[in-house]
C-alpha cells in the first residue's frame, strides 16, 4: 500500500493535502479503499457545508458496505469532486488523486499524522 508524504492521515484513514491559499482537499487512503473493496457509489456533501471534526460527511457504498467518511477539520466544503458521481472507482485506482472535497476556512485540525506514522498505524491494525 502506498502512503505518500506530503500528505497528512487521520485515524478513520482520510488523507488530507495542504493547498496553497490555506485550503485543503480531503480523500480516502489507500488502505481504506483496499478494505472497502470496490466502491460503486459515492455521496458527496455540498458546497457550503459545514465540516466538523470527527463528523461524517459523506459516504461511500462499495459491494461489501455502506461506510462514512469522517472530518478530520472544521472548515468548510469549497468545492467537491463531481467526477467521482459517475466513477466512484477512480478512488480504487488512484486514490490519492480522487479527492473528494477541497475545504476552506479551516478552522481547527484534528489529530493527524505523517505518512510514516500512519504506516505504523495501518501495520498495528
Excluded at 487521520?10 to 470496490?38: P, Y
Excluded at 478512488?91 to 493527524?112: Q, R
Aim: charged content about 25%; hydrophobic content about 40%; proline content about 4%.
Amino acid at each position: 500500500m502506498k502512503f505518500p508524504k506530503g500528505l497528512l492521515y487521520s485515524e478513520s484513514h482520510e488523507w488530507v493535502q495542504k493547498l496553497e491559499g490555506g485550503s485543503v482537499r480531503i480523500g480516502l487512503t489507500d488502505f481504506a479503499q483496499h478494505e472497502l473493496g470496490d466502491l460503486v457509489f459515492v455521496n458527496l456533501p455540498q458546497v457550503g457545508d459545514a465540516l466538523d471534526i470527527g463528523d461524517s460527511f459523506c459516504d461511500v457504498e462499495s459491494v461489501k458496505a455502506v461506510s462514512d467518511v469522517y472530518s478530520p477539520l472544521n472548515g468548510t466544503v469549497a468545492a467537491v469532486n463531481d467526477e467521482l458521481m459517475d466513477e466512484p472507482q477512480l478512488i480504487n485506482e488512484s486514490p490519492y488523486d480522487a479527492w473528494l472535497v477541497e475545504v476552506e476556512a479551516i478552522e481547527e485540525y484534528g489529530e493527524l499524522m505523517d505518512a510514516d506514522a500512519y504506516a505504523a498505524f495501518c501495520e498495528k491494525g
